[in-house]
Each structure stands twice: as structure tokens, then as C-alpha cells.
């Protein structure tokens, strides 16, 4: 499985350096959708996750890519899975402590080309029964999108 890491930049500004990595996973931080509101979404006012599935399409791999999701006035850290250009999921970070942002509701392993891939969002990785729960449920890997980097944080 090859991946390819971009770390900054909006998504256009990525896809130039991947297509030249073809890579079989793309791998963007948070600020390649930024935050995506579903009902702009649904609306067809805003068509972030649609350009991510299209960009998966052109690269034709999978992408992985972090956001911020707004649904129903709670604001959530989350991570967009997409390939061959169609939108795979959602992934919500479950964790939250004394933040603005809300926990998602669930643990997902997106079935891919190039293998099955678990999805960690944030200060998840913390958590280790996250990563075990990935695992069990099957995935090959296991991603974990962060906003930053802590200088806090522990080795893990």
C-alpha cells in the first residue's frame, strides 16, 4: 500500500503533488475541506465532499481527509473517505474533552482497493481500545487525522 501524506494546503493545491506520487491512498489534514456544513451540502450550495470524491476519481485512489462538519448546530472533527469517485463515509472523532466540538456516534473500517481502512479522528489515538476496536473489526490500517501537532501529547 503506498500513501501519500499532504500536510498543507487546500485541495487543489494537493492534488498536484499527489498525481505526481500516484499513490493508492491520499492521505489530507484537516484543512483540505475545512468545515463542511451537510445542509449546504444537501442543498448543492457547497460541494466539498463532491470534489473529494471526483479528486479520488482523477487520482484514482482512495483520500482520506479531515473536516470539520457542521449538522444540525453541533460542530464535529471529522474525516472523509472517498474512492473512485464515490463518497465511502463520514467518520466522526468520538472523544471530545471541554472543547465547542461534539463525539460522533460510531467506529468504521471503509472496505478500499487498497485494503481495508480504519478511521481514527483527532485525540481518538488516545485512546488505545479505538486503534484495538479498528483492528477487530478487520482493518489493514488504521489513519488518524489531526488538526496539529501537541507538545503535550504522549508517545504513542
Known sequence: MKIHFVTRGDLAACEEGAARASCDVLALGFQALGEVDYRSEL??????LESLALLSRRL????????????????RRSAA??????LL???DQLY???EELRG???LKVYPTSA??????V?????????AQSLSLFDADAVFCVFGQEREEAPRL
Do not use: M, W
Open 60 to 75: 484514482n485512489c482512495t483520500v482520506v481527509a479531515g473536516c470539520v462538519t457542521l449538522s444540525c448546530g453541533f460542530r
Open 81 to 86: 473517505v472517498a474512492e473512485r469517485g464515490k
Open 115 to 120: 485494503g481495508k481502512l480504519g478511521i481514527c
Open 122 to 130: 483527532g485525540e481518538d489515538l488516545y485512546f488505545p481500545q479505538v
Open 96 to 98: 471530545t474533552q471541554g
Open 43 to 48: 442543498d448543492g450550495s457547497s460541494q466539498k
Open 89 to 91: 463515509g463520514v467518520s
Open 104 to 106: 460522533g456516534a460510531h
